[in-house]
């Protein structure tokens, strides 16, 4: 719906109207619009949303729209949000706003649903404990389809999936069976008899990348949480390993781009002095560490002077080793990533990286030679350049693809070996390579 025919409707007091038009959109629209309004109209038109639909819109707006919203909600209403909510929705919102509201919104809950809330909060962050729903389907063996099909029917609304159930046995986890299976099975089969045993599950303390890859591997649409004594406490959906996998993807390109500390809050929420603060120490330090390639510089001060043309190729030789460097850690950091390439592979991954190296090096060699060629006339220096090239890029590859393999092997995160770190390390390579072969084959 346009933003333009809301505000008309609210303008001419087309209420009843509006309330039909909204129940029509998905919540993930209603709340990219309201944001877009003034407050007392975003506030008018989340009143005009049914129950469901307004915790749903509520648990998709921005921080700073949410907060608008609770100061203006009278407490009964903010209860009805709160338990149209599902409770790993809720722990999300409650741990993006600040204490006094967090205060407020448990306030909003009976005694039940704040003891399981806050169960889910002092799990550790990142863990699957943290992102888990505890609101799932269980059986009992004994249960027959017909009695597992109208538990469905009587709790079914309220839990975030039915599509996978579980069964347990004094709380503690021996099956799994498909809605499809109840579906196509006799009535009077029991669940012990069509249940699948050999189910995955993760713990509650599993890293949520780890849980993440696991739904992504198997392509399951949820996967059962247990803890030590296998007591099942939860389960993470997809539509859990989607938000976590988009976090992780944007905490990864935020340290590949040299940003210290990614922050949670989108690009316009975060403010100018969060922005600065987060990006000014790697910029610093590579500011710094540039440096060697100044030292590396003035050591072949003599050479530059004897013949000043050198110094017109050093860009971009120093570009090619960075853009080189940044190719191989990139593709070797979506290995990682995805499980494909382990530490183990590093001389398996080292060797092709090596043999790719070879064939672009000689590639761009044959191309920039012709072109010193017919620019400077100058066949020795297009071979010194070719060398240097083909030196240049089998160095940054190996570098690209070996930093971020060790990394991974010291418990870092492999993505803070990237682009910045490799780019520094490879300029400086580079010139003492090119410096190096030039002095020997000119002879300065």
Known sequence: MEKEFVLQMLEERQF???KAELENMHPVDIAEMMEELEDKQMILIFRLLAKDEAAETFTEMNNDAREILLNALTDSEIKEVMDEMYLDDAVDVLEEMPANVVDRL????DEETRKQINTLLNYPEDSAGSIMNVEYIAFQKEMTVEEAILKIRQVGL???TIYTCYVTEKRKLIGAVSLRELLTTGDNRTIEEIMETNMLYVHTHDDQEEVVGMISKYGLIAIPVVDNDMRMVGIVTVDDAIDVLEEETTEDISMMAGIVVPSEDSYFETSVWEHAKSRFPWLLFLMLSATLSGLVLGHFEAAIVAMPILNTFVTMLTGTGGNCGSQSSTLVIRGLATDEIEFKDIFKVLFKEIRVAALVGIMLAVVNGI?????YHDVTLALSLGITLLFTVIIAKTIGCVLPLVAKKCGLDPALMAAPLITTLVDATTILVY???????FGL
Not at 106 to 109: D, N, P, R
Not at 371 to 375: A, E, G, Y
Not at 435 to 441: L, M, P, Q
């Open 16 to 18: 009843k109207e509006l």
């Open 106 to 109: 448990l306030m909003a809950t």
């Open 435 to 441: 410096f190096s072969i030039v002095t020997k084959i």
């Open 158 to 160: 309220n839990r975030e």
């Open 371 to 375: 072109r010193i060629v017919f620019m």
